[in-house]
């Protein structure tokens, strides 16, 4: 599995957005987050829409999800493949935080 990083400055749901339309991402491709910027990223659709982000996690159609493989650096955006990336969000089994 093939993870692209990048840098895109400072990780916010505007940052996330622009980078998703200047790089034509398509819908199979799955953005992933160190933890710490995912909950940022959380907590700020929060403070801005006013209700709890629903999961999973989306922006213009492009999965945002915390890092699994804990290979992405703080500050910092790894895409892959959904294929490469199995969550099952219906699994009763998993521990899921809900924010």
Do not use: C, Q, W
């Not at 990780?11 to 991402?25: A, G, M, Q, V, W």
């Not at 989306?58 to 945002?64: D, E, K, Q």
């Amino acid at each position: 599995m093939k993870i692209d990083i990048s840098y895109i400055g400072k990780i916010t749901i505007k940052s996330l957005r622009d980078y998703i339309l200047d790089n034509e991402l398509e819908d199979e491709k799955v953005i992933i987050l160190n933890k710490y910027n995912f909950d940022d990223i959380i907590l700020e659709h929060l403070s801005t829409y006013k209700e709890s982000a629903k999961f999973p996690y989306y922006i213009i159609g492009t999965l945002i999800e915390e890092d699994p493989f804990s290979r992405i650096s703080l500050n910092r955006i790894g895409v892959i493949n959904d294929y490469d990336y199995d969550f099952d969000y219906n699994n009763e089994d998993s521990d899921l935080n809900f924010y």
